[in-house]
């Protein structure tokens, strides 16, 4: 088995609120959480949950657009969170992103082949001749005419733009690209063409992908693994085939269960969840989901449940569902479980 390209320990990002004596913050916003996972080359993790969970900000993290508060982020053994500006620029061209919205994440006064090229020459200069051909080149990669690089993106359709953005954060031949809701904004059809447009570039140059996603059938049809997040934690990490097949943790299991079902004979595994999702300023004290919780007991309420192996490959977080299936893992297992322990 390869070593992990992408390695994440123990990550955590609070955001400070106000400001009072001496400029000690009134209380802090804990978007994230001690999250730990690995992505293998080649791979697609998908990280899901609902709005406000922290998925953004773990993208936003990953690319050190915002700077953590704790944990590591390792990129083939080093730890980028850790670095200076000037020391991170070298490490820009090994991963890119690919932003939610193609309608603001696009600059309106470059032209489609300058949009392409631009990263490229914040490292090396390029002869007209070369930048042509790279974007060209780029565009035809991604389903456009390479005639469309003289296009400004307000002449483009939305789906253009998205595949604009794809061939941008390719122009730097990227090991990992990160994918926040990269197709939410989109027409059903149009979310198709994208989706398969990025596993056609994965199968051809190996890229890695980490897919921000709330919307359940876009993360079946994608992912090889999912991490479930619910208020800044992961709480259940798993193979994709196994984790739609038996979700563990009541709040995979429901998150499932209230996604639309296109096929009326599929059965459905539980009802929807109730109530809103707690506030990350004040989150409940123990299991962050037990308000929400059919299954919660009183330790749920005390105490943090870690994540733990069990069978099939995959962490589950859940003081109610997770001890009972634990089973003893063999040094090879245990390398495939994709598990960081907190502290190492």
């Given at each position: 088995?390869?070593?992990?390209?992408?390695?994440?320990?123990?990550?955590?990002?609070?955001?400070?609120?106000?400001?009072?004596?001496?400029?000690?913050?009134?209380?802090?916003?804990?978007?994230?959480?001690?999250?730990?996972?690995?992505?293998?080359?080649?791979?697609?993790?998908c990280i899901v949950g609902?709005?406000?969970?922290?998925?953004?900000?773990?993208?936003?993290?990953?690319?050190?657009?915002?700077?953590?508060?704790?944990?590591?982020?390792?990129?083939?053994?080093?730890?980028?969170?850790?670095?200076?500006?000037?020391?991170?620029?070298?490490?820009?061209?090994?991963?890119?992103?690919?932003?939610?919205?193609?309608?603001?994440?696009?600059?309106?006064?470059?032209?489609?082949?300058?949009?392409?090229?631009?990263?490229?020459?914040?490292?090396?200069?390029?002869?007209?001749?070369?930048?042509?051909?790279?974007?060209?080149?780029?565009?035809?990669?991604?389903?456009?005419?390479?005639?469309?690089?003289?296009?400004?993106?307000?002449?483009?359709?939305?789906?253009?733009?998205?595949?604009?953005?794809?061939?941008?954060?390719?122009?730097?031949?990227?090991?990992?690209?990160?994918?926040?809701?990269?197709?939410?904004?989109?027409?059903?059809?149009?979310?198709?063409?994208?989706?398969?447009?990025?596993?056609?570039?994965?199968?051809?140059?190996?890229?890695?992908?980490?897919?921000?996603?709330?919307?359940?059938?876009?993360?079946?049809?994608?992912?090889?693994?999912?991490?479930?997040?619910?208020?800044?934690?992961?709480?259940?990490?798993?193979?994709?085939?196994?984790?739609?097949?038996?979700?563990?943790?009541?709040?995979?299991?429901?998150?499932?269960?209230?996604?639309?079902?296109?096929?009326?004979?599929?059965?459905?595994?539980?009802?929807?969840i109730e109530g809103e999702?707690?506030?990350?300023?004040?989150?409940?004290?123990?299991?962050?989901?037990?308000?929400?919780?059919?299954?919660?007991?009183?330790?749920?309420?005390?105490?943090?449940?870690?994540?733990?192996?069990?069978?099939?490959?995959?962490?589950?977080?859940?003081?109610?569902?997770?001890?009972?299936?634990?089973?003893?893992?063999?040094?090879?297992?245990?390398?495939?479980?994709?598990?960081?322990?907190?502290?190492?």
């Open positions: 088995m390869s070593n992990p390209l992408l390695t994440v320990e123990n990550l955590t990002k609070h955001y400070p609120i106000g400001a009072g004596f001496l400029k000690k913050p009134f209380s802090v916003v804990r978007a994230v959480e001690d999250v730990s996972f690995t992505v293998l080359p080649g791979e697609t993790l609902e709005s406000g969970c922290g998925k953004s900000t773990v993208a936003r993290l990953l690319m050190r657009l915002v700077d953590p508060t704790g944990g590591r982020v390792l990129i083939d053994g080093t730890d980028i969170a850790g670095l200076r500006k000037h020391e991170l620029r070298s490490w820009r061209r090994q991963m890119q992103m690919v932003f939610q919205d193609p309608y603001s994440s696009l600059n309106p006064r470059l032209t489609a082949g300058q949009i392409i090229t631009e990263p490229v020459e914040n490292y090396e200069r390029l002869s007209s001749k070369h930048r042509n051909a790279l974007a060209a080149d780029l565009l035809q990669k991604v389903g456009m005419s390479p005639e469309m690089m003289h296009r400004l993106p307000s002449e483009l359709s939305g789906g253009q733009r998205q595949r604009l953005g794809i061939a941008r954060a390719l122009s730097l031949n990227p090991a990992l690209i990160i994918a926040d809701e990269a197709v939410s904004a989109l027409d059903v059809s149009v979310q198709a063409q994208i989706l398969n447009l990025l596993l056609d570039l994965q199968q051809q140059m190996g890229i890695a992908f980490v897919f921000i996603s709330h919307d359940l059938g876009v993360v079946e049809h994608i992912a090889k693994r999912v991490a479930v997040m619910y208020l800044g934690r992961i709480v259940e990490l798993a193979p994709c085939e196994a984790l739609f097949a038996e979700p563990v943790h009541p709040y995979t299991e429901a998150l499932i269960a209230a996604a639309p079902v296109p096929d009326p004979t599929r059965v459905r595994l539980a009802a929807p999702v707690p506030s990350p300023v004040n989150p409940p004290n123990g299991c962050a989901f037990h308000p929400r919780c059919p299954l919660a007991v009183q330790r749920c309420r005390t105490e943090v449940p870690t994540l733990v192996p069990i069978a099939d490959g995959r962490v589950v977080a859940c003081h109610v569902r997770a001890p009972a299936k634990i089973i003893p893992l063999k040094p090879t297992a245990a390398a495939n479980c994709s598990l960081v322990e907190p502290g190492n």
